[in-house]
């Protein structure tokens, strides 16, 4: 990568340990600005444990990182405010309305008073859902919370957005739709995605690079052309298999859930 | 406008759409208020102790609110499960602001129901001693809701789901509660009895309730004032160390 080259999301050998497990090993990549980057992995990899610790939910055990410059330990509120998230789970109040929302958040992030209503107006309708804008979100479907949640994530102007595990369980309409509503923001305000997926297909036809990782170990990183040139394989999904093995993994492998779970189980003895 | 403000409209709003929650809440000390002022209101006025029923009404006025402000630690929990904490958690928001927006909305909607439960007593025969109190009372009231409902946004920060809340809940409150003076006068109980409710803050908080609305105190009216505010801030600092260490 070339000198000039900007990198807004810079990680350097971060590892994350819960007990004697170790979900991340000693990961060191950066993310350039304006770059759409796909951390691809089988269930339980570490994925989600990768992007807590980005999104400041969790502390790396050791190693750093940084958002837009700022160290996610050390200037956790800046570095709140450089990005914007969309999780695996739904995370709106559904006795609220979408309106109602999308103005908490713009308040947590301080979005001017006079801006706020416009802002709010030109998301939800690019998202589809202004005429649903006093609608309780639990009437909602998961399609319309998933939208609700990207506009939501992009409403205070993130320099990076992530998305966890996007798509999961979303149509083929509303999956489309989403990449469309993120490519667009990504070209028009120069706005960097990190996303998290298993989807092979997912990754390869979004992201401008990918990085492959397994058992909390960084594997490889790079273009899908050239990670499949260096396993010598014609698809990224022969490239992935033959890099991460054919092994089935367990479904509920959440080593952080299943580590909390253990350590309740324990402390109750 | 700014996060503490939203946070608390967001609960005052949510109380008001559960219509539910508002009945449920003041029914069960209604229910009190009845069969404990009738009950025994006879036995009492033989014992020469007056009138039960007016005596009764500031301290089920502040079970209204205990049980009602205790409530707000489910909402975290709530919170936890259907995600929505996580959105809080991420936001470049100090985390004691976020814990005493919620906790002021939760001590608000408590209040409500205790003023909602006073109109009944008031319906139901009760007069206070001076009507230029009320305001006072209300104010303690209010001081006592957001105190307990920091304290419940402490515990629901450190149990994982309903069933232990409900279970250090029960444990809690009802001991809270019934060692208070709540439901009887502290002056002529054994001493064992005596020095837990000298202990217990809501011995002070319903104290002080009566003092304002009847008339008649066992420690005080300043000193149920100072220990009152002790109590909150205490509350206040438990609350927010525990919403802090909240790990997603």
């Not at chain 2, 403000?5 to 029914?27: D, N, P, T």
């Not at chain 2, 007593?121 to 006592?144: E, K, S």
């Not at chain 2, 002070?204 to 009216?221: E, N, S």
């Amino acid at each position: 990568m070339s000198k000039a080259t900007e990198h807004i999301i810079e990680i350097e050998h971060v590892t994350k340990r819960f007990g004697d497990l170790t979900a991340v090993d000693n990961i060191s990549f950066n993310v350039a600005k304006g770059e759409l980057f796909a951390l691809l992995g089988p269930n339980g990899a570490g994925k989600s444990t990768t992007i807590k610790m980005l999104t400041t939910l969790l502390n790396p055990t050791s190693g750093t990182m940084k958002l837009a410059g700022h160290n996610v330990v050390e200037k956790q509120e800046a570095a709140r405010r450089s990005f914007g998230i969309v999780f695996q789970d739904p995370s709106v109040d559904i006795d609220l309305s979408a309106y109602e929302n999308m103005e908490l958040h713009a308040v947590f992030y301080g979005v001017r008073h006079n801006e706020l209503r416009k802002r709010i107006r030109t998301l939800l309708e690019m998202v589809e859902l202004w005429d649903r804008k006093d609608t309780k979100v639990k009437y909602f479907s998961g399609g319309m919370k998933r939208r609700l949640e990207i506009a939501r994530g992009l409403l205070h102007h993130p320099h990076i957005l992530f998305l966890d595990e996007p798509t999961l369980g979303l149509d083929t309409q509303t999956r489309a739709l989403l990449w469309n509503y993120v490519k667009q923001m990504s070209r028009e305000e120069g706005m960097t995605v990190f996303f998290t997926t298993h989807y092979i297909e997912e990754a390869e036809a979004a992201a401008d690079r990918i990085g492959i990782i397994d058992h909390g170990k960084l594997i490889t990183i790079g273009t899908s052309a050239a990670i499949e040139k260096q396993t010598g394989t014609k698809t990224l999904e022969q490239a992935y298999l033959a890099l991460t093995g054919t092994s089935v993994r367990d479904e509920k492998a959440d080593v952080h859930e299943a580590w909390r779970a253990r350590h309740r189980a324990r402390s109750m003895r | 406008m700014s996060v503490i403000y939203i946070l608390w409209l967001r609960q005052v709003k949510k109380f008001f759409r559960a219509k539910s929650r508002m009945i449920g809440a003041v029914g069960q000390p209604l229910l009190f208020l009845i069969a404990l002022g009738y009950g025994l209101g006879a036995v009492f006025a033989r014992a020469g102790q007056g009138d039960y029923r007016e005596f009764l009404v500031p301290g089920i006025m502040a079970q209204t609110v205990l049980f009602s402000a205790m409530f707000f630690g489910a909402m975290i929990i709530f919170d936890k499960q259907f995600g929505f904490l996580k959105e809080t958690l991420v936001a470049p928001v100090a985390r004691w602001k976020v814990m005493l927006g919620g906790a002021l909305g939760g001590g608000t909607t408590a209040t409500i129901q205790g003023i909602l439960l006073l109109i009944v007593a008031v319906a139901l025969g009760f007069r206070p001693q001076h009507w230029l109190m009320v305001p006072v009372a209300i104010l303690i009231l209010g001081l006592l809701s957001v105190a307990i409902a920091c304290f419940s946004s402490g515990i629901g920060s450190i149990v994982e789901d309903m069933q232990g809340f409900q279970a250090i809940n029960q444990f809690l409150v009802f001991p809270l509660y019934f060692l208070s003076g709540s439901l009887y006068p502290l002056d002529h109980v054994p001493t064992w009895l005596k020095i837990i409710a000298e202990v217990n803050p809501m011995s002070y908080a319903v104290d002080a309730l009566r003092d304002t609305l009847i008339g008649q105190t066992h420690f005080g009216l300043l000193k149920d004032l100072l220990v009152l505010a002790f109590t909150a801030v205490i509350l206040f600092a438990f609350g927010v160390y525990r919403f802090r260490a909240i790990e997603a």
